[in-house]
């Protein structure tokens, strides 16, 4: 059974600083990992979605990379700012084409 | 483009009482998702349609929850009879397809609580 785990699960930095988020799944057989970020009383956004045989998308000061064989993506943040405050959930779609979610990192950006 | 829409956003009902959830999704997505987001958690499918037709439905408690898609557009959920464990944020998202590499659209979710 799939299971995804997101450390740490709250993180507080101040402005402009890098950052990385973590996401580990157990099974390795998946056809993509996307990272969402949800606001408060929000649905989710897509942030980036990669693809099982990509390692890494980029999209403005965001980068995810992928490794399937270790069963690990990371979500890296340039520059941080007070509007990237938000909870940050990773999923991967297993082999059952089902999407299957990590609990989150609650991001604060102190100005 | 708009997105996947959702009514109503927020819904208080006792225990024992029955609610309804309405989503209509992207225009021309072909699947379309249930999921159920307790607090502190991460978002846990309950149903799949593609089109009108139930692709997934393991996670659905099928004593008290049931959904349709009527049409392969617009989507019903329904909780009859609520527990208090059913207060949570229920999202409705919607793939142009259900095979890996189709991103999924969320809508802004209703929040529901069971008194």
């Known amino acids: 059974k799939q299971e995804v785990t997101q450390i740490p699960a709250a993180l507080s930095v101040p402005e402009g600083e890098n950052l990385v988020l973590n996401c580990s799944f157990t099974?390795?057989?998946?056809?993509?990992l996307q990272w969402f970020r949800q606001d408060p009383g929000k649905g989710l956004t897509s942030l980036l979605l990669?693809?099982?045989?990509?390692r890494e998308q980029t999209s403005g000061r965001l980068n995810a990379s992928l490794d399937k064989s270790s069963g690990r993506s990371t979500l890296y943040i340039a520059a941080s700012q007070p509007g990237d405050s938000a909870t940050y959930l990773c999923a991967v779609m297993d082999s059952s084409y089902k999407l299957i979610f990590g609990s989150g990192t609650r991001l604060l950006v102190r100005p | 483009e708009a997105g996947v829409a959702q009514s109503p956003r927020y819904k208080i009902i006792e225990k024992r009482q029955s609610v309804a959830f309405w989503c209509n999704p992207i225009s021309g997505h072909a699947t379309l998702y249930w999921y159920q987001q307790i607090l502190g958690q991460g978002p846990k499918l309950l149903i799949q349609?593609?089109?009108?037709?139930?692709?997934?439905d393991s996670q659905l408690p099928k004593d008290r929850f049931s959904a349709e898609r009527l049409k392969g557009v617009d989507s019903t959920l329904k909780i009859q009879p609520a527990k208090l464990e059913d207060s949570a944020v229920y999202l409705c998202?919607?793939?142009?397809?259900?095979?890996?590499?189709?991103?999924?659209?969320f809508g802004p979710g209703t929040r529901l609580t069971v008194t």
């Open positions: 990669i693809q099982s045989s990509q």
């Open positions: 349609f593609q089109n009108n037709g139930v692709v997934d």
């Open positions: 099974d390795s057989a998946i056809y993509n």
């Open positions: 998202a919607s793939s142009l397809r259900d095979l890996g590499g189709g991103a999924q659209y």
